[in-house]
């Protein structure tokens, strides 16, 4: 009988190949939120006492009532904001008599894409209201600088700001860009480096077609 062979050790065993790692999953960036929900005010709470007048005064002029932390918001249609804040601002029971801020957000996955927040106070009640009105992308809103002039810059910040217009407005033009910017820099579509790449890649060269520009307007 021949001899039996000796075990192989296991050292020496040939060892499996090593299984390729699995594909990693994609990132994706969670969706773009469709807006605010605009909370409703509880039951229990009782409502200004100005709001049932307006409501009377003005059929359709406030489409939706919302109430967060503290805070009362009117949703007004386009075509109804400079009745219903001509009415707030004169009404002894409201008499909102100063803007003291106007802003927009942009919610891009929207249809009615902006948000005009116009934040007012009235001096004699001491009491505030929110009256926020929805934009398509390219849809212009009323002007309030004759109920409000303080709201004329506020204005010219949000076009500037924004690309949103106002119908009416003595003098709409940039207040914090240059005449000459590319964009706005607040809408979330606008690119994070700016406006162009010559600005980083070669400022040298956006400085001389800047200059070219304006050296062409006084000739």
Known sequence: MEPAEPPVPPSALPKPAPKPPAPKAEAKAPPAPPGPPDQAP?????????LAPLEQACPGGVSQVSYWVGDWTLIVPRDRLVEVATWLRDTPESRFDFCSDLTAVDWPPRAE?????????????????????RLK??????????????ANWFERE??????????????LRRILMP???QGHPQRKDYPLEGP???LLEDPLEWLKLRNAAREAEFE
Do not use: N, Q
């Open 196 to 198: 162009g790449e010559l």
């Open 42 to 50: 509880p039951d229990d709470l009782a409502r200004p006492d100005y």
């Open 158 to 171: 949000v076009f500037d700001m924004f690309g949103i217009r106002f119908d009416g407005h003595p003098d």
């Open 137 to 150: 992308d390219g849809e212009a809103a009323p002007s309030v600088t004759g109920i409000w002039p303080a």
């Open 113 to 133: 894409r902006f948000d005009l927040v116009y934040c007012l106070y009235s001096v004699p009640h001491r009491r505030r209201v929110r009256l926020k009105v």
């Open 179 to 181: 005449d000459d910017w």
